[in-house]
């Protein structure tokens, strides 16, 4: 590689892994995050900021986001200036370029909703059953109007990527992991709840063969998915972070929230198709990684 690429998000769990994925193939990163450091600290909402940020990159990977569904549902403004406004922001910016950059833009399994017909396919209609999930069905609307007008873009919708200990304490595998590294009780809200795990490492390696075929010109992709295509319940999930944490960690059912989807998987098969890409990460393997690592950091 030897291109230039702003990532929008670079400090978060996936902006932080396919940064070092990037580099380490090549390729000149420009970061963006209201966490960076220096000249890499900057907010998407801000216009002038991301003209400075986007000047002289050949693409873009967005993945800067009110990332949460809590913190859309606590704070429904803010979730829409940033994943709708400082989106809009990233496109009027790109769209200026001499030489526009093209676009990546991390869309969610949320878009879909509570699908009626499982495993989904990119092909599932869209229809968000909370706030996160509409305001990613319009940056997918607002990406694919400037495809119109002619900007390389592509889509990838994520599904509960997990994987290394830099991540929001309280999202699902996070905490199953730590808890479970701890000895701590595991708080299971919904139990029954279905959702497709899929490690960083595996979608970091589907983000970079993205990457590579809209840096080669190739024509650009259709809405792709990155996941695994395998269920697995939250009970299912506590159950088996507690037996690869080797301690008694009791599990605790809660009620679910009433804004969550309650299951969901995908189907890989265009990425497959299209990337060659399949996940190599197992539920076991990527959850017991990240229980031992806990314990290194916890001195467990």
Not at 153 to 182: E, M
Request: aromatic share 6%; glycine share 10%.
């Amino acid at each position: 590689m030897s291109y230039r690429i702003l990532i929008t998000g670079s400090e978060g769990l996936v902006g932080r892994s396919l940064r070092a994925a990037l580099e380490a193939n090549g390729a000149d990163i420009v970061g963006l995050d209201l966490l960076g450091m220096d000249v890499e600290r900057g907010d998407v909402r801000d216009t002038e900021t991301v003209r400075t940020a986007i000047a002289g990159c050949t693409g873009i990977v967005h993945l800067a986001a009110v990332s949460r569904v809590v913190w859309a549902e606590q704070d429904p403004d803010e979730c829409w200036r940033t994943n709708v406004g400082g989106f809009r922001n990233i496109i009027e910016a790109a769209e200026c370029e001499a030489r526009p950059p093209w676009f990546l833009f991390a869309s969610s399994r949320e878009v879909y909703g509570q699908p009626d017909y499982l495993p989904a396919t990119e092909d599932t209609p869209l229809r968000p059953v909370n706030i996160y999930g509409r305001s990613k069905v319009e940056g997918e609307r607002i990406l694919c109007a400037a495809r119109d007008r002619g900007l390389r873009t592509a889509i990838v919708r994520l599904s509960n990527v997990y994987g290394t200990t830099r991540d929001h304490a309280d999202r699902v595998v996070p905490a199953f992991a730590r808890a479970a590294a701890l000895g701590s009780p595991l708080r299971v809200d919904g139990p029954d709840h279905t959702f497709d795990f899929t490690h960083i490492d595996d979608t970091c390696r589907g983000l970079s063969d993205l990457v590579d075929l809209l840096e080669g010109k190739r024509d650009a992709p259709p809405p792709i998915h990155l996941l695994t295509g395998q269920p697995t319940t939250l009970g299912e999930l506590a159950v088996l972070a507690v037996r690869l944490g080797g301690t008694c960690s009791p599990i605790r059912e809660a009620p679910p929230r009433s804004y969550d989807v309650s299951r969901f998987y995908g189907s890989p098969a265009r990425a497959s198709d299209l990337l060659g890409w399949a996940h190599r990460i197992g539920l076991a393997e990527g959850l017991g990684r990240l229980i031992e690592a806990f314990k290194r950091e916890l001195g467990t």
